[in-house]
């Protein structure tokens, strides 16, 4: 069966700051694979997706970056993080138009 | 452009019934999906309706028609543990789905 992996669960970084979050699929090949952020009490914002390796289709302009370099991971990272860039992020991965399947998500708060 | 629209919260008593609504207008359609998400947690798949009728999945029933732009989630026999937001989306086609702000609905004793 397939799983999705998404660490870490919470992360606290000063402004400023780098960061780095990893997703995994497993039991699955060349998946889309997505990026969201949930800001407190908001809907799901898409920030990146990939159809494959190497390919990124940004949806919203703003310091953050994903890459996919492997079929089944996918980064998410900032070089510089705002204050605005604090959420709930959230991994999914889907086979074609089918639903998504989300990992547990990474609560980030920027201080 | 691609719009879907929920009401924001409802509020229902356990035990009773309860009909969430949503309308879509995308540029495509490949079917519509329905997610729970508890607080702090992600979304869980519910449903999935590509064609028009009642979807019937335990208490949870989900509803589309493709005319009209609209589809709903019935949830029947409400606990307490059903408190959570639920987001309706849609799949375009060959693009990431759309997701509506979500309802949050609220089961009151």
């Known amino acids: 069966s397939q799983t999705i992996h998404q660490w870490p669960a919470t992360l606290v970084q000063p402004v400023g700051s780098p960061l780095s979050l990893e997703c995994t699929v497993e039991?699955?090949?060349?998946?889309?694979l997505y990026w969201y952020r949930q800001a407190a009490g908001r809907g799901l914002q898409l920030l990146f997706y990939?159809?494959?390796?190497?390919?990124i289709s940004s949806e919203v302009p703003q310091n953050l970056s994903a890459s996919r370099p492997q079929d089944r991971q996918f980064i998410l990272s900032s070089k510089k993080l705002l204050l605005s860039d604090s959420g709930f992020y959230l991994c999914?991965?889907?086979?074609?138009?089918?639903?998504?399947?989300f990992g547990s998500g990474t609560r980030l708060t920027v201080v | 452009g691609q719009n879907i629209d929920q009401p924001t919260e409802m509020t229902a008593t356990e035990g009773a019934i309860v009909q969430i609504n949503c309308t879509y207008q995308?540029?495509?359609?490949?079917?519509l999906f329905w997610y729970q998400q508890h607080a702090g947690e992600a979304p869980t798949f519910l449903s999935y309706?590509?064609?028009?009728g009642l979807e019937e999945k335990g208490r949870f029933s989900s509803f589309l028609s493709r005319s009209k732009g609209y589809s709903y989630l019935l949830l029947k026999e409400l606990q307490m543990k059903d408190s959570a937001s639920y987001l309706c989306?849609?799949?375009?086609?060959?693009?990431?789905?759309?997701f509506g702000k979500g309802t949050r609905l609220s089961v009151i004793a």
């Open positions: 989306a849609v799949s375009p086609g060959n693009t990431p789905l759309v």
């Open positions: 990939s159809v494959g390796i190497g390919q």
């Open positions: 995308t540029s495509g359609f490949n079917g």
């Open positions: 999914a991965w889907s086979a074609g138009s089918y639903g998504y399947t």
């Open positions: 039991g699955t090949s060349n998946p889309n």
């Open positions: 309706n590509v064609l028009d």
